[in-house]
C-alpha cells in the first residue's frame, strides 16, 4: 500500500484512537486541532503538528475528521473540494440533510467518504454479522442492544443536543447502525430519553435514551443507551433471537464475581477498552486506507453514514414529540398505542 498523507483534524479522546493506527500503518500525519493541542499529542505519536486547516488539508491524500459533530460538514466540505478522500468519526452530521450533502459532494469530486461507525470492526458484532448473514438464527424476529458508560463530561459539547445530538445521537447511532446493518432499513422508530439532556453537564449527571426500531423486513430492535455517573464502567451487549435459535453477549461476562461502580475506582474509561485481539480502530482504518488506495471497498459506506443519521433524526423528533416517526421521502408521524416503551 502507497504511503499515505493524511490530516487528521482533532485532537480529543476519538484521535488519540486514530492517530497510532495511522502512524502504525505508515502514514504521514499531520494534525490541526483549532483548541490548540495538536502540538503535545504529535509529539507523542511522531506527527507533525500545522497551524491551521488549510495547512492540514493541503496535498493530504486523507482527512481524517476527528472533531466535534457540528464542524463535520465544514470541514469534510473543504476536504472533497482539495480533491482529498475523507473519514469523518460518526455521526456524519446532525442531520441527514446535511450528512446527503457531504455524501453528494464527495461522490460529484470523485472522492470517498466513510463514517467512522467502529462498532461494525468489534469482533462480536462482526461475528453476529456473519451469523445473521448466513441464516444462523432463521428469521429474526427481535434483537436488544444496550451501550453504557461514563456521561462525557469531559468535553463540554457532548452535552449540547445543538453541537452533538446529545445521546440518541452522539452514542446510541452506533446501534441504530448495526442494527440496520444486520436487519435491513428501518422504516419506523419510537424513542424515548430523560434525564440531563442540556449544556453544561456537571459530574455526576445522568441521561437514558431508548428507541425501537421497526425494520422493513419486520424485525423489531430496541436500542438501549446510558451516560452514568463517573465511575460507571463501559459495557455494551445484545440479545438476538430468531426462528433458528438466540445469540447473546456481554461485554463484562466474567466467571468470576466481578465488582465495579464503586467510588474508589474513580472515573472510568471514556472509549471501550479491553483484549480485542487486535484494535478495532486499526481494522477499521486500515480497511479505509486499502479502499482509499484503490483496494476493495470496506464494510461500511457513505450511504451508510447518511442512514445511520436518518434514524437518528428521527429518533430526536420522536423523543420530542412523544410520536412514532416513519422514514419515508416525507417522514411523517403516526399514533403509539401499543408501542411498549
Same mark, same amino acid.
Given at each position: 500500500?502507497?504511503?499515505?498523507?493524511?490530516?487528521?483534524?482533532?485532537?480529543?479522546?476519538?484521535?488519540?484512537?486514530?492517530?497510532?493506527?495511522?502512524?502504525?500503518?505508515?502514514?504521514?500525519?499531520?494534525?490541526?486541532?483549532?483548541?490548540? #493541542?495538536?502540538?503535545?499529542?504529535?509529539?507523542?505519536?511522531?506527527?507533525?503538528?500545522?497551524?491551521?486547516?488549510?495547512?492540514?488539508?493541503?496535498?493530504?491524500?486523507?482527512?481524517?475528521?476527528?472533531?466535534?459533530?457540528?464542524?463535520?460538514?465544514?470541514?469534510?466540505?473543504?476536504?472533497?473540494?482539495?480533491?482529498?478522500?475523507?473519514?469523518?468519526?460518526?455521526?456524519?452530521?446532525?442531520?441527514?440533510?446535511?450528512?446527503?450533502?457531504?455524501?453528494?459532494?464527495?461522490?460529484?469530486?470523485?472522492?470517498?467518504?466513510?463514517?467512522?461507525?467502529?462498532?461494525?470492526?468489534?469482533?462480536?458484532?462482526?461475528?453476529?454479522?456473519?451469523?445473521?448473514?448466513?441464516?444462523?438464527?432463521?428469521?429474526?424476529?427481535?434483537?436488544?442492544?444496550?451501550?453504557?458508560?461514563?456521561?462525557?463530561?469531559?468535553?463540554?459539547?457532548?452535552?449540547?443536543?445543538?453541537?452533538?445530538?446529545?445521546?440518541?445521537?452522539?452514542?446510541?447511532?452506533?446501534?441504530?447502525?448495526?442494527?440496520?446493518?444486520?436487519?435491513?432499513?428501518?422504516?419506523?422508530?419510537?424513542? #424515548?430519553?430523560?434525564?440531563?439532556?442540556?449544556?453544561?453537564?456537571?459530574?455526576?449527571?445522568?441521561?437514558?435514551?431508548?428507541?425501537?426500531?421497526?425494520?422493513?423486513?419486520?424485525?423489531?430492535?430496541?436500542?438501549?443507551?446510558?451516560?452514568?455517573?463517573?465511575?460507571?464502567?463501559?459495557?455494551?451487549?445484545?440479545?438476538?433471537?430468531?426462528?433458528?435459535?438466540?445469540?447473546?453477549?456481554?461485554?463484562?461476562?466474567?466467571?468470576?464475581?466481578?465488582?465495579?461502580?464503586?467510588?474508589?475506582?474513580?472515573?472510568?474509561?471514556?472509549?471501550?477498552?479491553?483484549?480485542?485481539? #487486535?484494535?478495532?480502530?486499526?481494522?477499521?482504518?486500515?480497511?479505509?486506507?486499502?479502499?482509499?488506495?484503490?483496494?476493495?471497498?470496506? #464494510?461500511?459506506?457513505?450511504?451508510?453514514?447518511?442512514?445511520?443519521?436518518?434514524?437518528?433524526?428521527?429518533?430526536?423528533?420522536?423523543?420530542?414529540?412523544?410520536?412514532?416517526?416513519?422514514?419515508?421521502?416525507?417522514?411523517?408521524?403516526?399514533?403509539?398505542?401499543?408501542?411498549?416503551?
Amino acid at each position: 500500500m502507497a504511503e499515505l498523507e493524511v490530516a487528521l483534524i482533532g485532537a480529543g479522546g476519538i484521535a488519540r484512537t486514530h492517530l497510532p493506527a495511522w502512524v502504525a500503518l505508515g502514514a504521514r500525519v499531520r494534525l490541526y486541532a483549532p483548541d490548540g #493541542r495538536a502540538p503535545a499529542l504529535a509529539r507523542e505519536f511522531g506527527a507533525t503538528s500545522v497551524g491551521s486547516l488549510p495547512e492540514a488539508i493541503a496535498g493530504s491524500h486523507v482527512v481524517d475528521v476527528c472533531t466535534p459533530t457540528d464542524t463535520h460538514r465544514e470541514i469534510t466540505l473543504a476536504a472533497v473540494a482539495a480533491g482529498a478522500h475523507v473519514l469523518c468519526e460518526k455521526p456524519l452530521a446532525l442531520s441527514a440533510a446535511e450528512a446527503g450533502e457531504m455524501a453528494d459532494a464527495a461522490k460529484a469530486a470523485g472522492v470517498k467518504l466513510y463514517p467512522g461507525h467502529v462498532v461494525r470492526f468489534f469482533p462480536a458484532y462482526a461475528r453476529l454479522r456473519t451469523v445473521v448473514a448466513a441464516g444462523g438464527l432463521g428469521r429474526v424476529a427481535v434483537a436488544r442492544f444496550t451501550r453504557t458508560g461514563r456521561y462525557p463530561t469531559w468535553s463540554g459539547w457532548f452535552a449540547d443536543p445543538v453541537r452533538s445530538g446529545g445521546i440518541l445521537t452522539d452514542q446510541m447511532i452506533h446501534d441504530m447502525d448495526i442494527a440496520r446493518w444486520l436487519f435491513g432499513d428501518v422504516v419506523r422508530v419510537h424513542a #424515548r430519553q430523560q434525564g440531563h439532556l442540556t449544556a453544561p453537564a456537571p459530574e455526576g449527571a445522568v441521561a437514558t435514551g431508548t428507541a425501537v426500531l421497526t425494520h422493513e423486513g419486520g424485525t423489531l430492535t430496541q436500542i438501549v443507551g446510558v451516560w452514568g455517573p463517573p465511575a460507571t464502567p463501559f459495557r455494551t451487549t445484545f440479545h438476538v433471537s430468531g426462528t433458528g435459535g438466540t445469540v447473546q453477549h456481554d461485554s463484562q461476562a466474567h466467571v468470576d464475581l466481578r465488582i465495579t461502580g464503586t467510588a474508589a475506582d474513580g472515573p472510568a474509561a471514556g472509549i471501550p477498552d479491553g483484549d480485542f485481539g #487486535r484494535s478495532p480502530y486499526l481494522t477499521q482504518i486500515q480497511e479505509f486506507a486499502e479502499a482509499f488506495a484503490g483496494g476493495p471497498e470496506p #464494510r461500511v459506506s457513505a450511504r451508510d453514514g447518511v442512514a445511520a443519521v436518518r434514524i437518528a433524526e428521527a429518533a430526536a423528533e420522536s423523543a420530542r414529540t412523544g410520536r412514532a416517526v416513519e422514514i419515508s421521502a416525507h417522514a411523517t408521524t403516526v399514533p403509539t398505542e401499543g408501542i411498549d416503551q
